[in-house]
């Protein structure tokens, strides 16, 4: 029997990120980047196969056993969660898969996703990864799989024996791979046959608008982001800001392929920027309208404050489906919000938005930052009475992370911060909103002790207000208020409860 080409894993890291929130609360979602790696591989010619690990319920030694016994030519690791930063969370699971593949087989083993290309030299020299990729790395693979150990973005060790047995040393590429033009011809879709596609679900609030026999999966529009907020890393395997788009047809014919072939109908667009480019989303609205799929769709995207102002727009895009909007609004303090180049708007902008988004049938996910770097104890409350003044239907609330890849990854590093790759840190897990070990920034006035106790008890009360309870019962009915109860009674110790280090 021939030898597969390429296995590309997806480790299981979701009950580490998520504590208990990851059994019932949390989306198991279709590995994106893997899908569409998975196509452009096959098109080239390569055999390949995906394990994911996190659908198929394996612990670490199980996927490792699994990668062993397959016995591929390559093992390739994506480096993906949620979205762009939940990347760095997600490495502890896959080097601990990777350390036994290594202790038990001699199959390359390879690291791509945004924090590899955040951090390639490191990766590489930390983990246990044979290769890593700096980029996109469809074409890196591609070159590796035909013997080219110089490929563009492919970082690797040496084994130098003239500086002892077993030690090794980074080999820079010779150039970073490019990125490509063609998201249509390159990569065309995702490999959703290589999945077993009913293992996966949405996310608990999701489905207030859907039905759990609609499935799951994400479909990608568009890579990149043209704006430069500091905390935020998803350009970092594209080396640029800038925005690159797939075709509206391809993405209604993806969408159409996922609800005639697989039956499913509750579905993510991942892309951070996804209401920015009006044409753009018009015409995949118009496709999906055209298909008679509207009716059928559950979908949820993200947009900015400043790109819902077009009523015409968000009327159509309820039309086609679209039930859920995720609108970062960070921060309750203008001031707080120009430090981190978020947009130029006010509250009342932001209120506004929402009220707009919300007239034409579309709910809304509302998203706050606390401990941004020139947040004080004031500005978060600042933060905590605008989400309430808001009352979305559903709302994040994170801690300001320096992920690998930002701007503010540097400027902590600048500035002496401690982060949680430091030493006497948590390790990249430490990265992770809702794990044990995470460790946010602290700011110039509070330590990182204080940021995340106010986060945490600022999504207690937020969920707890009879306001929000009253407009939740009113919208999706009794059984959105059971899930939340059942959400807020689920704890979520922390470390820093703990030891109280700052």
């Not at 047995?165 to 490509?180: E, H, I, M, W, Y």
């Not at 596609?197 to 859907?210: Q, V």
Request: hydrophobic letters at 40%; one cysteine or more; charged letters at 20%.
């Amino acid at each position: 029997m021939q030898r597969l080409d390429l296995l590309l894993v997806t480790a299981p890291s979701r009950a580490e990120v998520y504590q208990q929130l990851a059994e019932r609360f949390v989306a198991v979602e279709p590995p994106v980047w893997s899908g569409l790696i998975a196509t452009h591989i096959r098109n080239r010619g390569f055999s390949m196969q995906i394990l994911d690990a996190e659908a198929e319920g394996l612990t670490v030694d199980e996927t490792a056993c699994r990668i062993v016994k397959i016995r591929p030519r390559l093992v390739a690791y994506s480096i993906y969660g949620h979205q762009p930063s939940a990347s760095t969370q997600c490495l502890p699971a896959a080097s601990a898969v990777a350390s036994r593949v290594k202790s038990a087989s001699t199959v390359p083993q390879l690291a791509f996703g945004t924090h590899p290309s955040a951090l390639p030299e490191r990766t590489l020299r930390e983990e246990p990864f044979d290769f890593v990729c700096k980029g996109e790395g469809h074409t890196t693979i591609v070159d590796l799989l035909r013997g080219d150990f110089r490929a563009a973005g492919l970082w690797s060790h040496q084994y130098d024996f003239r500086c002892g047995p077993g030690l090794r040393k980074t080999v820079l590429p010779s150039f970073d791979a490019t990125n490509t033009s063609d998201l249509d011809g390159d990569l065309p879709r995702q490999s959703w046959d290589l999945l077993d596609m009913k293992k996966y679900r949405a996310h608990n609030w999701h489905l207030w608008t859907g039905s759990p026999a609609g499935g799951y999966a994400s479909v990608q529009t568009s890579l990149g982001c043209p704006f430069k907020c500091s905390f935020c890393c998803i350009n970092a395997p594209f080396g640029i800001s800038g925005i690159r788009y797939w075709s509206p047809s391809n993405v209604a014919a993806q969408i159409a392929n996922l609800v005639e072939r697989y039956g499913i109908t509750n579905i993510k667009i991942p892309d951070e920027m996804f209401v920015l480019n009006p044409q753009h989303v018009w015409q995949i609205c118009n496709h999906l309208i055209d298909m008679g799929l509207g009716p059928r769709l559950n979908i949820w995207a993200y947009a900015r404050i400043d790109t819902v102002g077009d009523d015409a727009l968000l009327a159509q895009m309820r039309k086609a489906g679209f039930r859920w909007l995720g609108i970062g609004v960070e921060s309750g303090s203008k001031h707080v919000r120009d430090g981190v180049s978020k947009g130029r708007f006010g509250d009342e902008d932001i209120i506004k938005a929402v009220k707009r988004v919300r007239g034409h049938g579309l709910h809304v996910g509302a998203n706050y930052i606390f401990g941004l770097p020139d947040d004080t104890l004031e500005s978060m409350k600042q933060t905590e009475a605008l989400a309430h003044e808001i009352n979305a239907e559903w709302a994040n609330m994170y801690c300001a992370m320096p992920y690998p890849g930002s701007t503010l990854h540097r400027i902590a590093g600048e500035r002496g911060w401690r982060r949680p790759e430091d030493p006497g840190g948590p390790g990249w897990i430490g990265y992770s909103q809702h794990a044990y070990e995470s460790m946010p920034l602290p700011t110039e006035t509070l330590p990182y002790t204080e940021v995340l106790d106010f986060r945490d008890a600022a999504f207690l009360r937020y969920y707890r207000r009879a306001a929000y309870v009253d407009m939740l019962r009113e919208t999706f009915g009794e059984g959105a208020v059971d899930d939340v109860m059942a959400m807020l009674a689920m704890g979520r110790p922390r470390r820093a409860h703990r030891d109280g280090k700052q």
